[in-house]
Every structure is written in structure tokens, then in C-alpha cells.
């Protein structure tokens, strides 16, 4: 047996909107983006820059090849290969890199230029080859926070199948 549900909006009883659903489906929530002063969900997605990169540098995630194929917002900043936080929220970030062939290395996200703190990172075992690896995390962070990948050590290949990723979850 199905149900339905024929509103255009729902509200709360003081009559403040919180969802409209548009003729052609569309849904615009207000909550968690209107309340913070934003009309879209900020998100980035930036592409590997070719090569290897050793130690105490940052990831190469630039304009290589088709570089960022989205930055909702423009908080990502290709030239410094930094995310910048418009709101207080929990991000969710992606990172692939390969193995530097038979190279260990470690790449680390950084928060605000800290590279030693204990946030996610990618350690490399020294496989021949180009083994590719992965990571994700979710991180509460405040308005103006940064975020960048970080080589901590070592050496990581980046190249146009590498991938830095973030959006605002919540």
C-alpha cells in the first residue's frame, strides 16, 4: 500500500519554512544552510597534479589537466591547494595518492598549517609500483579553518586519477 504526501511546503508552527518542494521536484531545505548564512552546500573536488612530491611539501592537488571539476562557493584555492571553511560545520574530506614506486611515504591532512598534528593520514609500505591509497575523515571545524594535504614524509605520486575531495556534512 503506498502513501503520499501532496505539500509544498513544510513549516514549523510558528510559520517559519523549512522545506519547499518545487513543481519540478526540487527540494531547498533551509535549517542548517539559511541559519549559517549560505544558499548552497560549499564542496570542492580538485584533481592530482602530475609527479612525485617528497617530504615537508604540500599535495599537488592544483589545476592539473581539468583541475578542480567543481568548487561550489570557491572556498577551494588551487593555487595554495587550501580549502578554506566558510561556516562552523563537520566537513567530510577524501584524499587518493599513489605509492611512490617502492617509496614509503605519509600524506597528512593539515588543519591551519599544523602538519604534526594527529589528523588522518596515508602511509605507504614501499610496494613496487604505483599501489594507489585512500583515505577519508570527518572533521568539526570552525569558520576561516584551512584545510591541505600535507607530505609528512617521504614521497607520493600525484597525478590526473589523484583526488582531494571536501564538503559540508552538517
Same mark, same amino acid.
Given at each position: 500500500?503506498?502513501?503520499?504526501? &501532496?505539500?509544498?511546503?513544510?513549516?514549523? %508552527? *510558528?510559520g517559519t519554512d523549512a522545506l519547499t518542494i518545487g513543481s519540478d521536484g526540487a527540494v531547498e531545505a533551509q535549517g542548517i544552510l539559511t541559519?549559517?548564512?549560505?544558499?548552497?552546500?560549499?564542496? =570542492?573536488?580538485?584533481? &592530482? /597534479?602530475? /609527479?612525485?612530491?617528497?617530504?615537508?611539501?604540500? /599535495? %599537488? +592537488? @592544483?589545476?592539473?589537466?581539468?583541475?578542480?571539476?567543481?568548487? !561550489?562557493?570557491?572556498?577551494? *584555492? +588551487?593555487?595554495?591547494?587550501?580549502?578554506?571553511?566558510?561556516?562552523? &560545520?563537520?566537513?567530510?574530506? %577524501?584524499?587518493?595518492?599513489? &605509492?611512490?614506486?617502492?617509496?614509503?611515504?605519509?600524506?597528512?591532512?593539515?588543519? *591551519? @598549517? *599544523?602538519? $604534526?598534528?594527529?589528523?588522518?593520514?596515508?602511509?605507504? @609500505?614501499? =610496494? %613496487?609500483?604505483?599501489?594507489?591509497?585512500?583515505? $577519508?575523515?570527518?572533521? $568539526?571545524?570552525?569558520?576561516?579553518?584551512?584545510?591541505?594535504?600535507?607530505?609528512?614524509?617521504?614521497? !607520493?605520486?600525484? @597525478?590526473?586519477?589523484?583526488? =582531494?575531495?571536501?564538503?559540508?556534512?552538517?
Amino acid at each position: 500500500m503506498a502513501s503520499e504526501l &501532496g505539500v509544498q511546503t513544510i513549516q514549523h %508552527t *510558528n510559520g517559519t519554512d523549512a522545506l519547499t518542494i518545487g513543481s519540478d521536484g526540487a527540494v531547498e531545505a533551509q535549517g542548517i544552510l539559511t541559519s549559517r548564512g549560505l544558499s548552497y552546500i560549499p564542496s =570542492f573536488s580538485a584533481r &592530482g /597534479g602530475g /609527479g612525485a612530491v617528497s617530504s615537508t611539501t604540500i /599535495g %599537488t +592537488y @592544483d589545476n592539473y589537466e581539468t583541475g578542480v571539476t567543481h568548487n !561550489i562557493g570557491s572556498h577551494y *584555492n +588551487y593555487t595554495n591547494k587550501e580549502f578554506t571553511c566558510p561556516v562552523d &560545520g563537520l566537513y567530510l574530506f %577524501t584524499v587518493t595518492a599513489y &605509492g611512490n614506486n617502492g617509496n614509503t611515504g605519509a600524506l597528512r591532512l593539515s588543519v *591551519n @598549517d *599544523n602538519y $604534526s598534528e594527529n589528523y588522518p593520514q596515508i602511509s605507504t @609500505d614501499g =610496494f %613496487t609500483g604505483y599501489p594507489m591509497y585512500s583515505m $577519508s575523515a570527518v572533521l $568539526s571545524l570552525s569558520a576561516n579553518d584551512t584545510v591541505q594535504t600535507y607530505v609528512r614524509g617521504g614521497s !607520493i605520486y600525484f @597525478d590526473s586519477d589523484c583526488w =582531494f575531495t571536501g564538503v559540508l556534512i552538517g
